[in-house]
């Protein structure tokens, strides 16, 4: 399909360990934004991307996170070293620009969970 | 600093009654975009309207209805005559374009039940 889309749709991994989550945005939106969402709660911000660029991280929670996106079209968000608190749903979203009327269109997301 | 509150975390509904669902925010910026998106139990988001802060007027869209007032800050979401797939938590968002950076802001969704 056309939409956008994230792999994998879930991750089990172990305290400490290094994972990978990747975002393939609809073709021709250069924004992508990347949240986090917990049990109960909205989506957060963590981070977008205007083309290759991070036009701003200030939502990533601390540097054991970090995300890519080389080509201006796949994205990737990095975590290390992760930890029991980091379990949730990632978000990916992607918009034909950063205008406000642009709409986000939201992916799947992946359900990440730390043991 | 920019704000969303659904204060309504769970609302129960019999099928065919109408619904409003209540959306306050929070910014000092004068420009603005608000949002309201569904997640279904399969749990993807999707996009239901957006609203910029120079435009009060309300929408309809088969079912559903938006109020907005920029007096109160409020930007409601009615549904009438609910039905069962209408069952989902709505999020209500907003986006700010201060300082060349565009945020958004989500609140923390309302559950609608519509029960048969």
């Known amino acids: 399909g056309a939409g956008v889309s994230q792999t994998p749709s879930n991750k089990v991994t172990e305290k400490g360990k290094y994972v990978e989550l990747r975002c393939d945005p609809i073709?021709?939106?250069?924004?992508l934004y990347w949240y986090r969402q917990s049990l109960g709660q909205g989506p957060e911000f963590l981070i977008y991307?205007?083309?290759?660029?991070?036009?701003?991280d200030s939502g990533l929670p601390n540097d054991r996170f970090f995300a890519v996106r080389p080509e201006g079209s796949v994205s990737t968000l990095k975590i290390q070293r992760t930890e029991r608190g980091d379990s949730a749903v990632y978000l990916c979203?992607?918009?034909?620009?950063?205008?406000?009327?642009?709409?986000?269109?939201f992916g799947p997301g992946t359900r990440l969970t730390v043991l | 600093a920019q704000k969303v509150t659904q204060a309504q975390t769970e609302i129960s509904v019999v099928e065919k009654e109408d619904v409003t669902l209540d959306c306050v925010y929070e910014?000092?910026?004068?420009?603005?975009?608000l949002f309201w998106y569904k997640q279904p139990p399969s749990g993807e988001l999707v996009f239901l309207i957006r609203?910029?802060?120079?435009?009060?007027q309300n929408e309809i869209s088969g079912r559903y209805s938006w109020n907005f007032q920029k007096s109160t800050s409020s930007f409601n979401f009615t549904i009438t005559a609910s039905q069962v797939v209408d069952s989902a938590v709505y999020f209500c968002?907003?986006?700010?374009?201060?300082?060349?950076?565009?945020?958004?802001?989500f609140g923390r969704g309302t559950s609608l039940i519509v029960h048969p």
């Open positions: 979203a992607s918009s034909l620009t950063l205008a406000g009327m642009d709409t986000q269109y």
């Open positions: 073709s021709g939106h250069t924004a």
């Open positions: 991307f205007q083309g290759t660029g991070a036009a701003d």
């Open positions: 910014t000092r910026d004068t420009t603005y975009y």
């Open positions: 609203r910029n802060s120079f435009d009060e």
């Open positions: 968002a907003l986006l700010t374009q201060s300082g060349g950076s565009y945020i958004p802001t």
